[in-house]
Structure formats: C-alpha cells, structure tokens
Nanobody, 124 residues
Framework: QVQLVESGGGLVQAGGSLRLSCAAS????????MAWFRRAPGRVREFVAA????????NYRSSVKGRFTISKDNAKNTVYLQMNSLKPEDTAVYYC?????????????????WGQGTQVTVSS
C-alpha cells in the first residue's frame, strides 16, 4: 500500500513562492505517473500538474503554466511542486496523487493513492 504525505504549504503573499513536497512510502517513481490536484473553497477538486513515470513529460492546467513546475527525486521517493508568482486564486488544499495503472494523467479517477493534503493560502 502506497502512502503519500504532503508538506510545504503555508501562507504567502501574492507574487511569492512555495515548494510543496510529496513523500511516497515506496519507490514508484520509475514506473508511475504522479500528480498534484487542488480543491479551493466552494469548488470541486481540479487538476494542477502531472509528471510521467519516466519524468520526461509533464502537463499543467492552463492557469498555472509558466508559474508552477512539477519534478521528482527518485532517490528520495519524492515529487515536488514549485509554485512561483502565486495568486490569491491559487489558494486551496493541494493533494498529491499516485497510481498503479495507466490512464489520463490529468484525471483524478486515474489515481489510486492520495495524500491528506496541505493548505496553501495566498493573500492579496
């Protein structure tokens, strides 16, 4: 059973940066895509970013392109989300996700394992 633990959330002013980390209990980074999703107040969970199992490809929701970067460290079983130029609309609980199988990387039902989430709050 894969367990995921997010960290790195907090309160930051608009224009600032945060780096989220997601530590996995098993070494899965060479085989599985991983992703970040978020849920903002009053909104449904939405896709943020995903990285392929190989680490050679990634994709992002349009509103974070150019500002967020997803990456991974296989030796540490950790995936990161570097968030720059943060905006108040980025305020949400951010969740790390992992999977055993395949499927669209930007779709929540493709993932089998979820972290508990880490709160990101961006003030204006």
């Amino acid at each position: 059973q894969v367990q995921l633990v997010e960290s790195g959330g907090g309160l930051v002013q608009a224009g600032g940066s945060l780096r989220l980390s997601c530590a996995a209990s098993e070494h899965i980074f060479t085989n599985n895509a991983m992703a970040w999703f978020r849920r903002a107040p009053g909104r449904v969970r939405e896709f943020v970013a995903a990285v392929s199992g190989s680490g050679l490809s990634s994709n992002y929701r349009s509103s974070v392109k150019g500002r967020f970067t997803i990456s991974k460290d296989n030796a540490k079983n950790t995936v990161y989300l570097q968030m720059n130029s943060l905006k108040p609309e980025d305020t949400a609980v951010y969740y790390c996700a992992a999977r055993d199988g395949i499927g669209p990387a930007d779709t929540s039902v493709s993932y089998d394992y979820w972290g508990q989430g880490t709160q990101v709050t961006v003030s204006s």
